[in-house]
């Protein structure tokens, strides 16, 4: 495994990378670091494949924008520039807000993505209407609103060795000790820049008045044409597996769905399970074939 970079414009993203043969990008969420990935990035690298992990934008300090744009709509772009630099078909993996960015990246170029597996995210389609049917999700998505606040999020998530980002650590997969993996994504959340770049994640979700707002919202309502898999840790303290009840309809997935729910995980499910996780992302792989290699 080396560390890379990659580039978008002025934009440049540290990466981890590993292997030879069809390239899968895996795209990491929050409160989280690109370096968690390293174990299925060696698993899927001895598979024959061409795995990258690369951080979010934001996640480093030579990828915060300039213009301040964490807009999903910049965050797939961001995707598309990588899958193009890495011979234009890719396979793609996302935890968390790189879920989020694959729904929307599926749906906006499916003949980009050869797969497409979203680890502890629902169909985002839906969730909005899935809402008023799960009032659960209501209260366990709390922390967003409260991520508007200015000041007052920064101070909480930094206070003492990063002890609000340990407690929605703890809060989203519990009876689990991240120990190393919680470390790692302290040390990137301490650089420079790096934890109000993450929360402009959350504010950008709410100005809805800003056309990259309106064009993403727009890819939310095709349907996805590339294969998908679903994989949810029946114990997510973020994001309810009930949701899926009413936000997986199968009509939606042109290119067909599954769904795997990981026993005793949380929302971390990759990193509490990951021999588990990485076999259902490894079948995933050898069920689809891109018509590139690097």
């Known amino acids: 495994?080396?560390?890379?970079?990659?580039?978008?414009?002025?934009l440049r993203f540290p990466a981890l990378m590993a292997g030879e043969g069809e390239p899968v990008i895996l795209l990491?969420?929050?409160?989280?670091?690109?370096?968690?990935?390293?174990?299925?990035?060696?698993?899927?690298?001895?598979?024959g494949y061409t795995a990258i992990a690369p951080a979010l934008r934001g996640y480093a300090p030579g990828c915060q924008p300039g213009n301040?744009?964490?807009?999903?709509?910049?965050?797939?772009?961001?995707?598309?520039?990588?899958?193009?630099?890495?011979?234009?078909?890719v396979h793609l993996v996302g935890h968390d807000w790189g879920a989020v960015v694959g729904y929307l990246a599926c749906a906006q170029a499916p003949d980009t993505f050869c797969s497409f597996?979203?680890?502890?995210i629902p169909p985002v389609r839906r969730i909005p209407q899935a809402?008023?049917?799960?009032?659960?999700?209501?209260?366990?998505?709390?922390?967003m609103q409260?991520?508007?606040?200015?000041?007052?999020?920064e101070a909480w998530l930094t206070k003492g060795d990063l002890s609000g980002v340990e407690t929605l650590w703890r809060r989203?997969?519990?009876n689990w000790e991240p120990e190393m993996y919680l470390d790692n994504a302290k040390h990137t959340l301490s650089e420079p820049?790096?934890?109000?770049?993450a929360l402009a994640w959350y504010r950008s979700l709410f100005k809805v008045w800003k056309k990259e707002h309106r064009k993403a919202r727009a890819w939310l309502g095709r349907d996805l044409a590339t294969p998908t898999q679903i994989l949810i840790g029946e114990n997510d303290g973020c994001m309810s597996p009930k949701l899926l009840n009413e936000t997986l309809i199968e009509s939606d997935f042109k290119g067909g769905v599954e769904l795997q729910t990981i026993a005793g995980a949380g929302h971390f499910l990759h990193l509490e399970k990951p021999d588990e996780v990485n076999a259902h992302l490894l079948r995933m792989l050898k069920a689809t074939e891109c018509d590139c290699t690097l």
Do not use: C
């Open 68 to 89: 301040g744009d964490y807009s999903l709509y910049a965050a797939v772009d961001d995707l598309m520039v990588f899958a193009a630099q890495l011979g234009g078909r």
């Open 131 to 143: 809402l008023l049917k799960v009032p659960e999700q209501i209260l366990l998505s709390g922390y």
């Open 146 to 153: 409260f991520f508007q606040l200015p000041l007052a999020p």
């Open 117 to 120: 597996s979203a680890l502890a």
């Open 172 to 174: 989203w997969s519990p």
């Open 193 to 197: 820049g790096v934890i109000p770049a």
């Open 28 to 47: 990491h969420g929050f409160p989280d670091t690109y370096e968690n990935w390293a174990v299925q990035i060696n698993a899927i690298a001895k598979a």
């Open 1 to 10: 495994m080396k560390q890379v970079e990659l580039v978008n414009g002025d």
